[in-house]
């Protein structure tokens, strides 16, 4: 099943939205300086790729204040817009039975988005 809704939602969207988000870290990654953030886009853009079967986990070396720094910028950077923009598409696809599994997988890119630092993509 896994499968299905993965295959559906690079038809539906993902496959752009995760070459959006390997174009920003390939951007980030430019600079020495957003390196951090580049490899956080790659994070996401992979998880883009195939959020069926996958979970969103805090680490336990979560990186201490400066992981929490580096959220604080992210939020102030896109972060913010990008989480705001997957908790709409969430709520839409709510509103349909059918659209209930993406919403739930655009619920997950939220968590990921708002603060990727510090968590980890795992099998679910």
Not at 6 to 32: K, Q
Not at 35 to 51: R, S, T, W, Y
Not at 90 to 112: D, Y
């Amino acid at each position: 099943m896994n499968v299905l809704g993965n295959l559906i939602w690079l038809i539906c969207g993902g496959f752009f939205a995760a070459i959006g988000y390997f174009i920003m870290g390939f951007v980030f990654c430019v600079t020495i300086i957003g390196i951090p953030f580049g490899v956080q886009c790659f994070k996401i853009g992979f998880l883009e790729l195939m959020p069926f079967g996958k979970k969103v986990v805090a680490t336990n070396s979560s990186g201490g204040c400066l992981s929490l720094l580096f959220n604080i910028i992210w939020i102030f950077t896109g972060g913010l817009y990008a989480a705001l923009i997957h908790l709409v598409f969430a709520l839409i696809l709510f509103i349909t039975i059918i659209g209930i599994p993406f919403g739930r997988q655009h619920l997950k890119l939220v968590e990921l988005t708002l603060a990727p630092f510090g968590k980890a993509i795992v099998d679910a």
